[in-house]
């Protein structure tokens, strides 16, 4: 059966720091390109960082860049997302993600953007940046 347990989400203040883990049974997770998605009160959830199943390599959305890190463990089936810096509009419910069919910029935006069309998913875990 294909779950995902994510951890790590709570309460923070601005300028702290999170880690978040996603592990995947059922799904070999090396085999996808995966992304981190969040969504935030009263927005539409938005993608914000992913690691190729082409090139190995990393990307984030610019409001994440230089604060946010994605990696992979494939021997412990675990994705992460090392977030530093937090910001109160970092608050949101994140979600990891398997199975994207574009990762990387095109023409200038970052992909993938909302989530459609991706099969496999995280149940979330909130993430709330307050003092």
């Known amino acids: 059966q294909l779950q995902f347990v994510e951890s790590g989400g709570g309460l923070v203040q601005p300028g702290g720091s999170l880690n978040l883990s996603c592990t995947a049974s059922?799904?070999?997770?090396?085999?996808?390109?995966i992304a981190w998605f969040r969504q935030a009160p009263g927005k539409e959830r938005e993608g914000i960082s992913c690691?190729?199943?082409?090139?190995?390599?990393?990307y984030y959305v610019d409001s994440v860049k230089g604060r946010f890190t994605i990696s992979r463990d494939n021997a412990k089936n675990t994705m992460y997302l090392q977030m530093t810096s937090l910001k109160p509009e970092d608050t949101a419910i994140y979600y990891c993600?398997?199975?994207?069919?574009?990762?990387?910029?095109?023409?200038?935006?970052?992909?993938?953007?909302?989530?459609?069309?991706?099969?496999?998913w995280g149940r979330g875990t909130l993430v709330t940046v307050s003092s």
């Open positions: 059922g799904l070999t997770l090396g085999h996808y390109a």
């Open positions: 993600a398997a199975d994207v069919n574009y990762c990387g910029y095109y023409s200038g935006t970052y992909y993938p953007k909302t989530g459609y069309g991706i099969d496999y």
């Open positions: 690691i190729s199943s082409n090139d190995g390599r990393a």
